[in-house]
């Protein structure tokens, strides 16, 4: 996922900008911090399974790093970054303690670069994935539930968080997708770029950097995220009412 080695500062500063924006909105608005908190368990498990998708695909391919520093798990505590958790919960967007990998370990069937591209892409499709049985999982709720229990102040609750859940999930996936580091696309999409784009594109790395610190404040990166997120959702929601038939 993320992998922070540029511009940390900025970063922090950015987020402590934007807590103080909205500190007094989830103060004057008891339903904004209500929404708030019910899409914290939504957050936990959308990072914890992209990171250890990470950490599991570098396993498979040969490379026991993850493993051995304990990141083959799936609890939350392993794979929270303060900083990146937090920008979840208040941007919709955000990232994990990135998962250490060597790329020399991968298995030799493959390219190195293959295998980057396999391991980056592995976290987003998670969440993809995660995302679509979320909500075959909000569907066989709402299909078999009792109206009593949907309209219960518990119902309610499991419902909105299953509908948080699956949003931040999209979110996570289709936003670790953009081509540009520290995010995974930028891995991704190298095995199909011609050589002289890939030296000039490890060359000028720095500048993606400034490139997605600045679309990232000027809501440029919500922009290019929100029509496949919208896709997405409404491929995976039709899917689901297809199935339960809702």
Do not use: C
């Amino acid at each position: 996922m993320f992998n922070f080695s540029f511009d940390k500062r900025i970063i922090y500063i950015i987020i402590a900008i934007m807590i103080l924006s909205t500190v007094s909105q989830y103060i004057t608005n008891p339903g904004a911090l209500f929404a708030l908190l019910v899409s914290v368990p939504g957050v936990l498990i959308a990072i914890t399974f992209h990171e250890f998708a990470h950490g599991y695909a570098a396993y498979k391919l040969g490379d026991n790093t993850a493993k051995n520093e304990g990141r083959l798990s799936l609890n939350p505590l392993d794979h929270l970054d303060p900083v990146g958790t937090l920008m979840l919960l208040l941007a919709g967007f955000g990232w994990g303690k990135p998962v250490h990998v060597n790329p020399t370990q991968y298995t030799r069937k493959i390219s190195m670069e293959k295998g980057e591209a396999i391991v980056s892409v592995a976290g987003p499709l998670m969440n993809i994935v995660l995302a679509f049985l979320l909500a075959l999982i909000y569907g066989a709720l709402v299909k078999f539930a009792s109206i009593g229990f949907l309209l219960s102040t518990v119902g309610n609750i499991i419902k909105l968080m299953l509908a948080a859940a699956i949003a931040t999930n999209i979110g996570l996936g289709v936003f670790n997708l953009i081509p540009l580091p520290p995010l995974d696309g930028s891995k991704i999409i190298m095995p199909f770029l011609p050589y002289n784009a890939k030296q000039w594109f490890r060359s000028n790395e720095q500048i993606f950097y400034v490139i997605f610190v600045v679309i990232w404040i000027t809501g440029i990166a919500s922009l290019i995220i929100t029509p496949p997120i919208n896709w997405i959702s409404t491929g995976i929601m039709t899917v689901t009412q297809m199935i339960f038939g809702i």
